[in-house]
C-alpha cells in the first residue's frame, strides 16, 4: 500500500506550486494567529471566524450575537477592533462559547487562499500533538503551509513543520526538500525551541513592542492541545 | 558606518519581494548550471552566453565563429544542443578560448530574470571562495538567489547560501529568516556536504541519470575558484 504524501510550502507566494484539491492543508502561523486560534478554541470559544480584511472583522462582528472582533496588521492590535492576536488574551473565563471574528496580517490571509483544499486545519506547536495525531489518522495526502511574513520565509513556521515531520514522518511519502530543512532546523532547535528562535526577524519585529512572554508561550508544545478544523467557513474544535 | 544588507531568496517565485536594483545578486544552481560555468570560465572559456530557450542556444550557436552550444532540460542534455550541463564535460583542452552559449532549467532562467540587477555574478561551492572575497571586497548589499528547482525550495542552493553567509556574514547587516535558516543548514552539512545532499530531490533526480559524480564534483570547494560576473550578458572571469 502506498502512503500518502507530505510536502511542506515555505510562503503564500509559493502555493500555486502544489496541489490542495487533494491534501490536507495546516495552515502554519506561530507567531500568533494559529497559537491563538488553538488557545481560544481550547478553551471553548464556540467559533472562530477568520475574515480578510478588518472592515469584514467589523461588519461581522456587528452582526453576529455573543461574538469579539480580534486581529492585528503588522503585530498591533488593528485599528476598530476590540482584541488582539495573543493566545494569552483568550482564557477561559473570558472567551467560552462566544465567537471569535479574527483577523490577521498572514494565517488568515493564507487561509482563505487555500479554499480549494480538501481540508484545512491550523497549526501550531500549542496543539502539535493533535495535529500529528489526525493527519497520521486521516491517511491523506498533506500540505504544511506556513504563513510566513508577508510572503518572506520565516523560521517559526518552518520549525513547526521539521517538528510535524519528525513527529510522524514515516506514516507518509516525503520527497520534498522543504520538508528536509524545516526538519534538519527542528532537531538544531528543540532542545531550546524558544532559545533558537530568539534569532529570528519576527522575534525581533515583536519584541519591539514587548510580545517576548507572548512568543515564549507560542513555544509550548501541546499547550492547548485541540484539534481546529475549517467547517463551513469557521474554525471549531473537531 | 552601516554595514550592507545580505539577504537569501529561496526561489525565482520570492523574487519580487527583494530590491535587486541596488545589490549584487548571486545566481546559485549548485547542481549545475552555476557549477558547470565556474568550471568552463576557469579552463579557459573565452565567455558564456547565458540564454533562456533552446531555440535561441542553437541559433545564437550557429551565428558565433568557436562556439560550442549546451544545456539542458530536466537534467538531460536538450535535443539539438551539442554538450550538456555537467563542469566535467568542459576541461581546458576542450573549452579554453571557446564560446559556450548555454541554458538550463533553473538557472539561465532566474539570471535573465534579474536583468535589473544592480550586478550579477555566479556562484557554486566551486568558487565559493572567490565569491566570497568579491561581495567583501565591494560593501555592496547582496542578495543570495537561489535558483531551485522550477520554483521550489532546494537544499543544494540555499546551503551555498549558507556557506556564503557563514564564511562574510560579519561584513554584513543580516536580518533575513532565509539566510539564518541556510545557515543552521550548512553547520548542520559542512563535515560531510556530499553525504549529507545525497537525501536531497535533486540528487535523487539526476541519479537516476547516472549524475552521482557529477554532484560529488560539484560539492568540492573553491574547485575552480574564479569570480565569474556578467559583462555585456556574458559570463567572463573577473
Redesign the interface.
Known amino acids: 500500500m502506498s502512503l500518502p504524501k507530505l510536502e511542506t510550502c515555505?510562503?503564500p507566494?509559493?502555493l500555486?506550486?502544489y496541489d490542495i484539491k487533494d491534501s490536507i492543508v495546516v495552515i502554519i502561523d506561530v507567531f500568533r494567529a494559529t497559537s491563538t486560534i488553538a488557545a481560544a478554541v481550547h478553551n471553548g470559544a464556540a467559533e472562530i471566524i477568520p475574515v480578510d480584511s478588518v472592515a469584514k472583522c467589523i461588519e461581522l462582528g456587528a452582526q453576529i450575537p455573543n461574538s469579539l472582533t480580534a486581529g492585528e496588521r503588522d503585530g498591533k492590535v488593528a485599528e476598530g477592533l476590540q482584541h488582539g492576536n495573543s493566545p494569552l488574551e483568550y482564557p477561559r473565563d473570558f472567551i467560552e462559547n462566544k465567537t471569535l471574528v479574527l483577523t490577521t496580517t498572514n494565517g488568515t490571509r493564507l487561509l482563505h487562499m487555500c479554499s480549494d483544499a480538501n481540508e484545512i486545519i491550523t497549526g501550531s506547536f500549542l496543539n502539535l500533538g493533535a495535529v500529528c495525531d489526525y493527519l497520521v489518522s486521516q491517511k491523506k495526502n498533506v500540505l504544511l503551509a506556513c504563513a510566513s511574513?508577508?510572503?518572506?520565509?520565516?523560521?517559526e513556521d518552518?520549525l513547526f513543520a521539521g517538528a510535524v515531520y519528525e513527529s510522524i514522518g514515516k506514516h507518509f511519502e516525503m520527497?520534498?526538500?522543504?520538508t528536509?530543512?524545516a526538519t534538519?532546523?527542528y532537531?538544531?532547535a528543540k532542545n531550546d525551541l524558544y532559545g533558537f528562535i530568539q534569532?529570528?526577524?519576527?522575534f525581533?519585529r515583536l519584541s519591539k513592542f514587548g510580545l517576548q512572554y507572548d512568543m515564549e508561550y507560542c513555544c509550548k508544545i501541546n499547550e492547548h492541545n485541540v484539534l481546529v478544523k475549517l467547517v463551513d467557513d469557521k474554525l471549531v474544535a473537531l
Chains 1, 2 share one sequence.
Open positions: 515555505f510562503s507566494s509559493l500555486h506550486l511574513w508577508k510572503d518572506r520565509y520565516n523560521l518552518s520527497n520534498c526538500d522543504s528536509r530543512a534538519h532546523l532537531k538544531a534569532d529570528s526577524s519576527h525581533l
